[in-house]
């Protein structure tokens, strides 16, 4: 009698035992699908390359700067110019998902040609060279050109896009 | 010997309820896996963005097949119209493959974009970029 | 209830009852077990996070050099001595002093930060180990041709950790190319 009853005891011991175990697994497991699955793809870095490459276009094709470039006009309609269209519809309470700032240098003497390009959210820029998850993606390119008068000029490019809500978890 | 059958058939009891729980509790943990798995709004997303990404990289006048097969199968097990998965509103992309739903995201290349389901191979979707304003 | 191996002495085999060894020893199996489970069951979690914060961000490499190609076309349109440089080193086959010192200045100027090793030369078509190569003329600029990969006859051809842009020079004995390499950083 005494035998029984403690493999009775010892029985109930282990199913609890075995649930909680069972817990433990599904839990873990319920997780790693969750994290799997429920990570959304970021593709914030490819995205500021492309929008670096397109103002790029826009400065420079075919190895020469672009008619118009160093006019204070180019400034003022720099995103109808170049095809740019930096609202995101997708994120209701966004003061701009999107910062382009572009400098003209000239290449031997390094200094300012025209005054910066700047357009779309400027606070963005406080996330670049930050350390953390949830922050802006930054790209910033350089690159030489020279104009039809054989000027040289170095071009330097920032492009940032945020889109946190949408690329990180 | 009397004592003996009862205890026996407390023992049989005792493990078929163990037995049944365990095959519930792994059954719940299958159909969630396989919930997650077969979930529409990771293709959603995944197309969503693939296509915002070639929108941003294409240049006017060009025209662009993508295949997006596993999406269309996907749509039509849920019984909706394959012809209208993707939608271009302005400059957002909107991929829906049920009646609920749906993954946008938004294209920062200022060009007029349409797309229609390619109908000779009911695989493709094809995205007609043009200029701004054209009416070509 | 009473236990004949309890009135054992100290040193005998055991003075625990056979009965409770048992449950001990199966109660240990079960600990044992529960932490063997959870140490594998934290190794997955962790190679999960890590297998999904590396397949999740997307990436293509191969992109990011439009920069470096715009400035390296720049270069072989500049004009030096009222000739550009393009022509200049077709008819030399080779750097010169002026469009070298140039090419260190724009190439090495901008982007030496970015890569582990910039070349600038002139680079002949030839047979390798596997299909046709490039093999790069050394100069005294840029030195030695970053090593073999082989990469596109025309145009840009990104391959690895190297990208290469490419433009077509002359055919006389053989194929010659002027050619800018980029070895990525890591």
């Known amino acids: ?169 | 010997m009397k004592s003996i059958i009862g205890k026996r058939g407390d023992i049989l009891v005792g493990d078929v309820i163990f037995l049944v729980l365990n095959l519930v509790f792994l059954s719940i943990l299958v159909i969630f896996i396989v919930t997650k798995t077969n979930d529409s709004s990771i293709v959603e997303e995944k197309y969503a963005k693939q296509i915002a990404l070639i929108i941003d990289s294409a240049k006017p006048v060009m025209r662009i097949n993508l295949n997006m097969e596993d999406a269309i199968d996907k749509a039509q097990d849920a019984n909706q119209n394959i012809a209208e998965l993707v939608k271009i509103n302005g400059n957002v992309v909107t991929v829906k493959l049920g009646e609920k739903g749906g993954y946008s995201y938004s294209f920062f290349n200022n060009v007029n974009v349409s797309t229609y389901l390619d109908n000779s191979n009911n695989k493709e979707y094809v995205l007609i970029i043009n200029e701004k304003n054209s009416t070509k | 209830m009473y236990n004949k191996e309890k009135n054992q002495g100290f040193f005998s085999p055991s003075i625990f009852p056979k009965s409770r060894r048992a449950q001990i020893s199966e109660g240990l199996t079960w600990v044992v077990a529960t932490i063997v489970i959870i140490i594998i069951l934290l190794f997955s979690i962790f190679i999960t996070s890590f297998y999904v914060s590396s397949k999740k961000s997307i990436d293509i490499d191969s992109f990011s050099d439009f920069h470096a190609q715009k400035s390296f076309l720049s270069y072989l349109l500049t004009n030096q001595n009222q000739e550009n440089i393009y022509s200049k080193i077709k008819a030399d086959s080779n750097l010169n002093n002026d469009n070298g010192n140039l090419a260190l200045q724009i190439f090495n100027g901008l982007y030496k930060d970015d890569y582990s090793q910039i070349w600038v030369g002139v680079s002949i078509l030839g047979e390798g180990l596997i299909g046709t190569s490039m093999n790069g003329i050394e100069n005294e600029f840029f030195g030695r041709r970053p090593s073999s990969v082989v990469s596109g006859a025309m145009g840009s051809v990104a391959v690895k950790d190297t990208y290469y842009s490419a433009l077509f020079l002359k055919n006389d004995t053989e194929q010659k190319f002027v050619e800018a390499a980029f070895a990525k950083k890591g």
């Open chain 1, 1 to 169: 009698m005494i035998i029984n009853k403690n493999k009775k005891g010892a029985e109930k011991t282990i199913s609890v035992y075995w649930f909680a175990i069972l817990v433990i697994v599904a839990g873990a497991v319920i997780y790693m699908v969750s994290l799997v699955y429920g990570q959304p793809y970021d593709v914030r870095k490819i995205e500021s390359e492309i929008l670096a490459s397109n103002v790029a276009d826009c400065f420079s094709k075919g190895g020469y700067l672009n008619e118009g470039v160093l006019t204070s006009n180019f400034n003022q309609t720099f995103l109808e110019k170049c095809n740019l269209n930096l609202d995101s519809p997708d994120f209701s309470q966004s003061q701009g998902e999107y910062y382009i700032e572009a400098s003209i240098y000239d290449f031997e003497t390094n200094a300012l040609i025209a005054s910066s390009i700047k357009e779309g959210n400027p606070n963005l820029k406080i996330g670049c060279g930050a350390e953390g998850n949830k922050l802006p993606v930054c790209s910033e390119k350089s690159f030489y050109s020279i104009d039809r008068e054989q000027k040289s000029y170095k071009i330097n490019i920032l492009t940032i896009v945020n889109k946190v809500e949408k690329n990180v978890q």
